[in-house]
Structure formats: structure tokens, C-alpha cells
């Protein structure tokens, strides 16, 4: 298995709305990451979860809360959104502890808040 | 100056054109260094991984100058398929998790 999952595809919410984003691997990546794209701009970086653990949060407001449960599996807990959050969220999976860092990204979550 | 620039184009190549990017980046200490290609609406795909020495796979070459610190993409033959964004993208250090992006180039080709 050599990719990355991502679901829902498509995600509308409202700004009082709980909802979760889920990522999954099965290629025994021990690095796993969210990123935020807007349309026409590269990917900015979310968070790092390495070997399962929070390595970087790139001062991301709280309202996006992450979480990790096992190594092949990454969530992304979404609370009270502002429209500004809509963007599409991609996660992705490396090796980690590697020198070169190759990074797959799943499909992503487009996700729109009303 | 930007960490990572490029030209953001667009290129618009006919079919069968050779066509070539280049992506300069600022931190001299970069260790690997990559193209990916993003189709519209679409995940960033990893096309190349540039190593030191250059690499091909099949129509496409990938350079590496460290000294100048820039770094090359060259597309022969192309295809309508290959219309996409063309993104650059550098590790600046050894194990790090952070990756940094060019805004990207676009390319279309045209029958």
C-alpha cells in the first residue's frame, strides 16, 4: 500500500460545527503532517507528528487540534471555524529520521465554512 | 530575498516542446531537494527527488547547482498530460521535517 487516504473528501460546516478530518498510511511512515492550501498558493505547513508524537505546531490557532492516535493514523479536530479556514487540508506521510524527507500527500479534505 | 523563488509563469509550450524550470533557493545549508507536480484542485504529487549528481526518469531531468544554489527541472517531448503547476521544493536541513515550497510554475501545453 503506497498512499495516503483522506476523508471526507468534501467537507461544508457551519462556524458552530464540530467536525474531524482523517488521514491514514500504510507504508510504516513514522512522520505525519497537516497542511493548509489555498487556491493558488503552496501548501503551508500545520503541524508534524513524529513517531507519533507533536514535533511542530506552526502557531496554528486552536480551534484546529490534532491528534495522533497510532502511527498510521492522524486526525484533525475542527472547532468553531471562521470562512477564512476554508482552504483545502492535505495531510501527509515520510519516513522520518531520514536525511531526505520524501513527502506524500494524500488527496485532501476541501473544506468549506459558512 | 525568498527562501525558495520561481517563475510562476505561465508557460504555455506546444506538444512535443522541450521546456525547462529553474528554482533558486536562499539557505546554502539545504539538503534535498525535490520537484512535485500539482494538477488543479489536486494534492501535490512527487515527480523527482534531486540528487548531486542529476537524475533522469524517462523525459525528465532534474540538475542540481550547489554552488549557485539553484536547481533545474527539464521536460523533453511534452505532453498534454503534463500541464500542471510545478512546484519546487527544498529541505533546509538534515532530518528536518520542514519543507519549504516555491509559489510554484504553470505549465500548459498545447496541442
Known amino acids: 500500500d503506497t498512499e495516503v487516504t483522506q476523508t471526507p473528501k468534501h467537507l461544508v460546516m457551519g462556524m458552530t460545527n464540530k467536525k474531524s478530518l482523517k488521514c491514514e498510511q500504510h507504508m510504516g511512515h513514522r512522520a505525519m503532517y497537516w497542511y493548509k492550501q489555498k487556491a493558488k498558493k503552496p501548501p503551508e505547513l500545520m503541524f508534524v507528528y513524529s513517531y507519533e508524537k507533536l514535533s511542530i505546531n506552526e502557531s496554528v490557532p486552536s480551534r484546529f487540534s490534532p491528534e495522533c492516535p497510532n502511527s498510521s493514523l492522524l486526525n484533525l479536530h475542527l472547532h468553531a471555524l471562521q470562512p477564512e479556514d476554508s482552504a483545502l487540508y492535505l495531510c501527509?506521510?515520510?519516513?522520518?529520521?531520514?536525511?531526505?524527507?520524501?513527502?506524500?500527500f494524500g488527496p485532501g479534505t476541501r473544506l468549506t465554512v459558512l | 530575498r525568498k527562501e525558495v523563488e520561481q517563475d510562476p509563469g505561465p508557460f504555455n509550450v506546444p506538444e512535443g516542446a522541450t521546456v525547462a524550470f529553474n528554482c533558486t533557493y536562499s539557505?546554502?545549508?539545504?539538503?534535498?531537494f525535490f520537484w512535485y507536480r500539482q494538477d488543479c484542485r489536486k494534492e501535490p504529487k512527487l515527480l523527482m527527488s534531486v540528487y548531486s549528481s542529476g537524475n533522469e526518469d524517462g523525459r525528465f531531468t532534474a540538475q542540481l547547482n550547489r554552488a549557485s544554489q539553484y536547481i533545474s527541472l527539464l521536460i523533453r517531448d511534452s505532453k498534454l498530460s503534463d500541464s500542471a503547476t510545478y512546484l519546487c521544493?527544498?529541505?533546509?536541513?538534515?532530518?528536518?521535517?520542514?519543507?519549504?515550497f516555491g509559489k510554484g510554475t504553470k505549465l500548459s501545453v498545447i496541442p
Open positions: 539557505n546554502s545549508a539545504s539538503q534535498s
Open positions: 501527509a506521510s515520510s519516513l522520518g529520521g531520514t536525511l531526505l524527507n520524501e513527502q506524500f
Open positions: 521544493v527544498v529541505n533546509p536541513g538534515a532530518g528536518s521535517y520542514q519543507l519549504t
